[in-house]
């Protein structure tokens, strides 16, 4: 953890306000005009070849502070020395908005979206975000475990992801808090599998009177699909 780019803000393990038998990250930022409060979680360069996807996880938790235009910006992931990021999440008020690449949603082309507005004060909160390596996506984001946000290309192309930023912003004061952190890397990931399987088309089914050729590999990440038949006498999987 890096915590040299505070710029007047600070950055330390400190209690739990709530559990006094817990310790966590408290990123203080003392003025809202002067200073900010930054740590940037470093880790090893993953890429599409030496991992199929990372999970990135933490608990979160924001301070007495929830006034619409106060912003954290609560994950900033990326490629760390080029400072160019794929995806982040980040605080406003009660909002929690994911920017990624552009996405259609109601018929309009954009970029931030609005995940949730259940961001309580001085309450914990878990956030999960799934990222695929190999097509540069993110595949989920969870939200005390509902999912907010599925499918969203990558902001940017980038060969490797090693770094996740969190800081303080636009006129948030006082505390953000951080614990539990934790990046996994994966070499399967069932959200690679879940686009072969909606990508699968056989065609019109209604009206089969002869064989069908079943594919067996997925067509978008190169899936091995298995078939099974609930009625081998009518149609096998072979």
């Known amino acids: 953890v890096d915590l040299s780019k505070c710029y007047g803000g600070s950055a330390s393990i400190q209690q739990d306000p709530h559990d006094e038998t817990n310790y ?13 409060s930054m740590v940037k979680y470093k880790f090893n360069p993953y890429n599409a070849d030496n991992a199929k996807a990372l999970i990135i996880d933490a608990d979160v ?5 929830l006034a619409g235009d106060k912003i954290w910006q609560t994950f900033y992931i990326g490629q760390s020395g080029t400072e160019v990021h ?17 996405i259609v949603v ?60 969190s800081f303080t912003q636009d006129n948030t004061q006082g505390t953000t808090w951080m614990d539990n952190f934790q990046v996994t890397a994966i070499g399967y990931y069932d959200g690679l599998t879940e686009r072969d399987a909606k990508n699968i088309d056989l065609g019109d089914t209604t009206a089969l009177i002869s ?5 067996t590999t997925g067509t978008i990440n190169g899936s091995e699909i298995a078939w099974t038949s609930s009625n081998e006498a009518l149609i096998a999987p072979d």
């Open 86 to 102: 794929v995806y982040k999440l980040y605080r406003a008020g009660k909002q929690l908005i994911g920017r990624g690449g552009d």
């Open 24 to 36: 966590a990250l408290a990123m203080n930022r003392t003025s809202a005009e002067t200073n900010m």
């Open 211 to 215: 064989d069908i050729e079943l594919p």
């Open 106 to 165: 109601d018929g309009t082309v954009m970029q931030d979206v609005t995940l949730t507005r259940t961001f309580t004060k001085g309450d914990w909160h878990h956030i999960q975000v799934a990222l695929d390596l190999v097509n540069q996506r993110v595949t989920h984001v969870y939200f005390d475990g509902e999912l907010v946000q599925q499918d969203v290309p990558f902001r940017n192309t980038v060969e490797n992801i090693n770094s996740v930023f």
């Open 61 to 65: 938790m924001a301070g007495d502070d």
